[in-house]
């Protein structure tokens, strides 16, 4: 009997270091795990991890930047097949977010930016877009699910590209 208190000391403390090693391993699902895993997937490429974590709805309506609009999951994942196809490398540090949760409703917004490398000739081109976003997720079947989404510009100067300053006489200030 005394041959089995270590054996059985061993065994405890065995299960517990792989169980608590099993559930740190496992991402947590609360949303804003769910929004850091969709950031990160959308960095990787991860498209079949996007579709898991995006509601596929066909009359959701999200907004993005240049005016782009997409009614749906169809309609948003041709538009990520062909951002990831454009692009050889992203990168999407978050910069800040901050989640609310109600019930089973949570939304966030976030700063982040969202750098993207393209090919100029035989050198990548980088190119840093900071931008702001703010979503909205729901519980579905134990999971967080992305709904709805916009996203615009943190900096006015990307607003003014379009535009030129307004003139003043014989370049002085008035």
């Known amino acids: 009997m005394i041959c089995l208190r270590p054996f059985a ?10 169980s608590t090693v099993a559930i740190a391993s496992e991402p947590s699902d609360d949303p804003e795990s769910s929004i850091r895993r ?9 498209l079949p991890t996007l579709s898991r974590l995006m509601a596929h709805d066909a009359d959701i309506i999200s907004y993005a930047v240049a ?8 309609e948003l994942e041709n538009g990520m097949r062909e951002e990831f196809a454009n692009s050889q490398k992203i990168e999407i540090p978050i910069r800040e977010l901050k989640v609310w949760t109600k019930g089973d409703v949570a939304w966030y917004a976030m700063e982040l930016d969202y750098i993207r490398y393209v090919a100029d000739g035989p050198q990548l081109k980088r190119t840093v877009l900071p931008m702001r976003e703010t979503g909205v997720l729901e519980r579905r079947n ?3 699910q992305l709904l709805s989404w916009h ?11 379009l535009a030129s300053p307004p003139a003043t006489p014989s370049g002085r200030d008035q």
């Not at 969709?38 to 991860?46: G, H, W």
């Not at 996203?151 to 590209?161: D, I, K, L, N, Y």
């Open 67 to 74: 005016g782009r609009k997409y009614i749906g999951w169809t």
């Open 38 to 46: 969709m950031v990160r997937a959308n960095a990787e490429k991860d």
């Open 142 to 144: 134990g999971s967080w």
């Open 9 to 18: 000391w061993c065994s405890l403390v065995l299960f517990i270091t792989v």
């Open 151 to 161: 996203e615009s510009f943190r900096s006015a100067q990307f607003g003014r590209t």
